[in-house]
């Protein structure tokens, strides 16, 4: 049934040589503010017996009382034997002393259950720094504060108050996920989800205010943890974004699939505010850009975070990108149908020799479809599921085969012999197989006894459910097979020695980068406006130049399709209307410059995100920004393959390929541009809060900035929106 027992040995969860075994995988483990009516050291106890802990447990309190069967301790000192961490369970204003006992007794690591510090605020911020210090100070490392601890199920160790969810479905036997959340309840209900599904876990956490021991230590941790095979996290916040960043590099080389659910989505905040770009993505789709770089699949719902890590602790990678799906219930596999392409799975169509196959082994009124209406033959014929699912398992491009079918968890229902038909054909079946179920539910001990009598593989609850899990997981397999990532989460020191205060010092300083610019001259007067305008045969542009206004149009600085015999006058036009609306702004010229007709315009940015780094944006730019926000975003550094691969993710895309009858765009010339432009904003260091090029104007083969703006990130805001 994948329960263990307390007698048997599941092992440590990771090696000894990990920084944190000692604190995972504890030999000894000291609760300190034990007391028969504390609910949280009745939980910790419960934890310890339920998991079968075969270290040993000593509570310390005043009284010196034992617990539950525990020896007792008036101190750590007083124990005399080696301890591996004390789960301090005491008032705050008693920290700091257990803190002291605990070190002076040897204890190099201490699990915080008190709340009351940074998550407070104010004081409570300083009182975790003092905290903090404390600890420094003795050598220890400190999980929390403010946090429930953590179920290190493969090891059977239990320094939580996070309550064990029995029986317990044991690592050892089942492909076991780990649950790190940052909340405590949440880890706990996670936890039950999980145990609910028939997902083992091997490791439950609640990370706390992750003072000391972070979320990127745990997951680093993890990757070298056998029984772990997928890693579920829930956050709120990454603090240490390189060690994050570092911990994921080595999962994905590992081809340890970490699944994320992060809440506390919010508006990108900070200098970016002047450019469009501001506007266009915010701290949540930078978030997701990094975690499409690291390999980390992202999800938006607890039940999506389980069902998704425990399908990838089953399968690993898989081989190819399809799904099959059969099934009894014509029904069930038009939901597939109906809702394979919004979850990113692919249904391949059968190849001749797999319809060939089919068409024997199936009844003549059953079409060789996928999805695969097996039929009600399958009722009378459980066999039929015996053929026919190595038929589509070795089908090429199928890396994934669903089976529709009930798995009771009452009395009377499901069908036996198919479920018995079902495990015979995944026992001879490479290609990995899952049960599904149409609607959510729970599975219960009946349940598990059906999967371990009839061998059958894991069962999802919910076809929306797992359409869901398997697009994720068929992303995530083809982005483990991809070059390792790179992220530049700190810029390097800036070149230049000036700041690029105006539009034409931004396209100088990409045109010295190599990026092809529109010619321009500035006139600071009405006879050099003349005299440029003399040379010209096309229509001119009269732009403002000035540091003290972003958006020109708004103040009445630009002027379109100017015919060159009348440039002087348009000049005058423009710094009225300009000087009308903002006398204060330093005006230092006009810019003029031909008028471009025809091609697709786009928005090229760079900002600086405060947790990330370079962030670069690429969408349909022009007027049509803000309008139609049609975006996609990655962080620094990019290749000309990750640009090609984001302007094939805009929604406007068919636009960049030729449409009604517009020259198709050089996307390799424009990938190469927007790649230098990329380079150029990094040059200017980290004070650089935007460059944006709106528009880069593409037109077949030629690729024009014909605007620059930079924003530097002590500057303030200049313009109105």
């Known amino acids: 049934m ?384 015996e053929r026919v699912i190595p038929l589509v398992a070795g089908a090429a491009d199928v890396g994934l085969v669903a089976v529709g079918m009930t798995v009771p968890n009452g009395a009377g229902q499901g069908l036996p012999d198919a479920l018995a038909a079902i495990g015979r054909a995944v026992a001879v079946t490479e290609t990995p197989v899952v049960l599904v179920q149409t609607c959510m539910k729970a599975l219960n001990d009946l349940s598990r006894e059906a999967i371990a009598d009839n061998g059958l593989p894991p069962v999802i609850t919910g076809i929306e459910a797992m359409l869901h899990a398997v697009g994720r997981a068929m992303w995530w397999s083809a982005r483990s097979r991809a070059a390792p990532p790179a992220l530049l989460l700190a810029a390097p020191p800036a070149h230049p020695t000036d700041r690029l205060a105006s539009e034409r010092a931004v396209l100088d300083h990409l045109a010295a980068a190599g990026v092809p610019v529109i010619p321009a001259t500035v006139a600071t007067s009405r006879a050099a406006a003349e005299a440029f305008a003399a040379g010209q045969t096309a229509p001119l542009v009269l732009k403002v130049l000035s540091p003290d206004i972003a958006h020109k149009t708004e103040v009445g600085g630009v002027r379109l399709d100017v015919p060159p015999d009348q440039a002087g006058a348009a000049y005058d036009a423009l710094l009225r209307a300009v000087r009308t609306a903002r006398p204060a702004a330093r005006i230092e010229g006009v810019i003029l410059s031909p008028m471009r007709r025809g091609g697709l315009e786009l928005l090229v940015s760079v900002s600086t995100d405060a947790t990330w780094g370079p962030v670069l944006t690429v969408g349909l730019g022009g007027v049509l920004v803000e309008v139609l926000a049609d975006a996609v975003v990655a962080p620094l550094p990019v290749t000309r393959a990750d640009v090609a691969d984001m302007l094939g993710r805009l929604r406007g895309a068919r636009l960049l390929r030729g449409f009604r009858g517009a020259p198709p765009a050089d996307l390799d010339r424009l990938a190469d541009v927007i790649v230098a432009i990329a380079a150029a904003a990094v040059r200017l260091g980290p004070g650089l809060a935007s460059l944006e090029i709106n528009p880069l104007r593409v037109d077949g083969a030629t690729v024009e900035a014909l605007d620059g703006l930079v924003v530097w990130q002590d500057a303030e805001e200049t313009d109105e929106h």
């Open 2 to 385: 994948g329960t263990v027992s307390a007698s048997e040995n599941t092992g440590a969860a990771a090696g000894g040589d990990h920084p944190l075994a000692g604190l995972f995988a504890p030999r000894a483990i000291a609760i300190v503010g034990a007391s028969a009516t504390s609910p949280w050291t009745q939980l910790t106890l419960s934890g310890l017996h339920g998991y079968g802990y075969e270290g040993a447990v000593y509570c310390v309190s005043r009284s010196a009382a034992s617990v539950g069967g525990y020896p007792g301790f008036p101190s750590c000192q007083a124990i005399g034997r080696p301890v591996d961490v004390a789960f301090l369970c005491v008032p705050q204003d008693g920290v700091l002393a257990a803190l002291d006992d605990a070190a002076a007794a040897g204890i190099r690591n201490a699990v915080v259950l008190s709340s009351g510090y940074a998550e407070v605020g104010g004081a409570g911020i300083d009182a975790q720094a003092a905290l903090l210090a404390h600890a420094r100070a003795r050598g220890m490392r400190l999980w929390g504060p403010n946090t429930l601890g953590f179920n290190n199920i493969a090891a059977r160790a239990s320094v939580s108050a996070i309550p064990a969810v029995l029986p317990v479905l044991s690592p050892a036997l089942l492909p076991a996920i780990a649950i790190v959340s940052q909340s405590g309840a949440t880890a706990s209900e996670l936890y039950e989800f999980a145990h609910s599904q028939n997902i083992a876990t091997s490791f439950v956490a609640a990370t706390g205010n992750q003072g000391d021991i972070t979320l990127s230590d745990v997951i680093d941790y993890l990757v070298d943890d056998p029984r772990t095979r997928a890693i579920a996290v829930f956050a709120e916040t990454i603090r240490d974004p390189a060690a994050f960043v570092a911990a994921c590099t080595r999962a994905l080389a590992h081809a340890k699939p970490i699944v994320m659910l992060k809440i506390g989505r919010s508006e990108l905040a900070g200098a970016v505010a002047m450019a469009h770009t501001g506007s266009l993505i915010g701290d949540d789709r930078v978030f997701s850009a990094v975690c499409e770089r690291l390999g980390i699949v992202r999800v938006f719902s607890g039940e999506a975070l389980i069902t998704t890590a425990g399908l990838l602790a089953a399968t690993g990678p898989l081989a190819r990108p399809g799904l099959a799906f059969m099934s009894i219930s014509g029904g069930a596999c038009t939901l597939v149908a109906d809702g394979a392409e919004a979850a990113g799975v692919t249904l391949p169509a059968y190849d001749g020799p797999t319809r060939a196959a089919l068409a024997e082994a199936l009844p003549g009124f059953a079409a060789g479809l996928n999805p695969l209406d097996i039929t009600g033959a399958a009722v009378r014929d459980p066999g039929l599921f």
